[in-house]
C-alpha cells in the first residue's frame, strides 16, 4: 500500500460533512486508502445516508465505535445501560437504520493494523483495556500517558478518535493521532487528516477543515424530532442553528 492515507473518525450521522470531506479526499489523487474509525451512526440523523456513502466505496476500512456497538446491541434485543436520553436516542438510531447495513456494521473489528511503508499502525476507535472495553475518556491526554497504555505494542503509530478533539503526541516511541470529529463541531467545518509515511520513515500529518453547508443538517433535529435534540445541538454542535436563526 502506498505512503499517503486518510484518517477519518466520529462521523455521527452527519452525512452532509462527510460527502464534504470524501469529495475532498477524492481531490488528492496520491491518497491511497481512508481509515474510519469507529462512530459512523448516532448523534446526527443521516444514519443511512452515512452509511450508503461510506459502504459503496472500496477504498475504507473500518473499525467500530462505541455508538455503533450501542446501536448493534438494541439491534440484537439487548437493553440498552446509562442515561435515559443516551437511550432514547440509541433507540430512535435503530430504528430508523436500514437492516441491510447491519452485516458490514456487525463485522467491524474494534482494531486494526497496518504495515504502511515500514511503518507499523495500530487503527482504533479509542484506548481499550484488557477485556475489550473503551477506556473513559482522558480529558488531559499526554504522550507519556498513552506510552503506559501502548508501552509494549510494536506499533510506530495509534491513531483514535472518541475524543471529539484534535491529538497530535509524539514521544520517542510512536505517534498518537486523533484527527477530531468530523461531524461533529462547533463550527461549520469537517475536520480530518492526511498522513504521508515516507521511504526514509518519516510520518508527515496535515489536518484539514472542509467547510461546509450544515445549515440543513442543523434543523432537521427539529423537523424530525430526534430524541435527546437540544442535548445533543448544544454539546456536539455549540447551537449553532439558533446563532443562524430558524
Same mark, same amino acid.
Not at 166 to 189: D, E, I, M, Q, T
Not at 193 to 216: C, H, M, T
Not at 217 to 225: A, D, P, T, V
Given at each position: 500500500?502506498?505512503?499517503?492515507?486518510?484518517?477519518?473518525?466520529?462521523?455521527?450521522?452527519?452525512?452532509?460533512?462527510?460527502?464534504?470531506?470524501?469529495?475532498?479526499?477524492?481531490?488528492?489523487?496520491?491518497?491511497?486508502?481512508?481509515?474510519?474509525?469507529?462512530?459512523?451512526?448516532?448523534?446526527?440523523?443521516?444514519?443511512?445516508?452515512?452509511?450508503?456513502?461510506?459502504?459503496?466505496?472500496?477504498?475504507?476500512?473500518?473499525?467500530?465505535?462505541?455508538?455503533?456497538?450501542?446501536?448493534?446491541?438494541?439491534?440484537?434485543?439487548?437493553?440498552?445501560?446509562?442515561?435515559? &436520553?443516551?437511550?432514547?436516542?440509541?433507540?430512535?438510531?435503530?430504528?430508523?437504520?436500514?437492516?441491510?447495513?447491519?452485516?458490514?456494521?456487525?463485522?467491524?473489528?474494534?482494531?486494526?493494523?497496518?504495515?504502511?511503508?515500514?511503518?507499523?499502525?495500530?487503527?482504533?476507535?479509542?484506548?481499550?483495556?484488557?477485556?475489550?472495553?473503551?477506556?473513559?475518556?482522558?480529558?488531559?491526554?499526554?504522550?507519556?500517558?498513552?506510552?503506559?497504555?501502548?508501552?509494549?505494542?510494536?506499533?510506530?503509530?495509534?491513531?483514535?478518535?472518541?475524543?471529539?478533539?484534535?491529538?497530535?503526541?509524539?514521544?520517542?516511541?510512536?505517534?498518537?493521532?486523533?484527527?477530531?470529529?468530523?461531524?461533529?463541531?462547533?463550527?461549520?467545518?469537517?475536520?480530518?487528516?492526511?498522513?504521508?509515511?515516507?521511504? &526514509?520513515?518519516?510520518?508527515?500529518?496535515?489536518?484539514?477543515?472542509?467547510?461546509?453547508?450544515?445549515?440543513?443538517?442543523?434543523?432537521?433535529?427539529?423537523?424530525?424530532?430526534?430524541?435527546?435534540?437540544?442535548?445533543?445541538?448544544?454539546?456536539?454542535?455549540?447551537?449553532?442553528?439558533?446563532?443562524?436563526?430558524?
Amino acid at each position: 500500500m502506498g505512503g499517503k492515507i486518510a484518517i477519518i473518525t466520529d462521523i455521527h450521522g452527519n452525512g452532509a460533512a462527510l460527502k464534504a470531506v470524501l469529495d475532498d479526499i477524492d481531490r488528492h489523487k496520491d491518497i491511497q486508502h481512508i481509515y474510519c474509525l469507529g462512530d459512523l451512526i448516532a448523534i446526527g440523523h443521516e444514519t443511512n445516508e452515512v452509511l450508503e456513502l461510506l459502504f459503496s466505496r472500496e477504498d475504507i476500512s473500518f473499525v467500530k465505535g462505541n455508538h455503533d456497538e450501542d446501536v448493534l446491541k438494541i439491534l440484537e434485543g439487548h437493553e440498552p445501560m446509562g442515561m435515559d &436520553s443516551k437511550n432514547e436516542h440509541h433507540k430512535w438510531i435503530a430504528s430508523k437504520l436500514d437492516k441491510k447495513y447491519i452485516p458490514r456494521l456487525t463485522s467491524m473489528p474494534k482494531e486494526k493494523y497496518e504495515n504502511i511503508n515500514g511503518k507499523n499502525f495500530l487503527f482504533i476507535h479509542y484506548h481499550i483495556n484488557g477485556s475489550g472495553h473503551f477506556l473513559p475518556i482522558e480529558e488531559r491526554p499526554s504522550a507519556r500517558g498513552l506510552d503506559e497504555i501502548y508501552g509494549n505494542f510494536n506499533v510506530d503509530a495509534v491513531c483514535f478518535g472518541h475524543h471529539h478533539f484534535v491529538h497530535h503526541f509524539k514521544s520517542n516511541k510512536r505517534l498518537y493521532l486523533n484527527p477530531g470529529s468530523l461531524g461533529c463541531n462547533y463550527a461549520p467545518f469537517a475536520p480530518y487528516a492526511i498522513l504521508q509515511v515516507g521511504d &526514509s520513515g518519516q510520518i508527515d500529518v496535515y489536518f484539514k477543515d472542509v467547510p461546509y453547508d450544515n445549515r440543513e443538517f442543523l434543523l432537521s433535529y427539529e423537523k424530525l424530532n430526534v430524541p435527546a435534540k437540544e442535548f445533543i445541538l448544544k454539546i456536539f454542535h455549540g447551537n449553532q442553528q439558533v446563532r443562524k436563526g430558524k
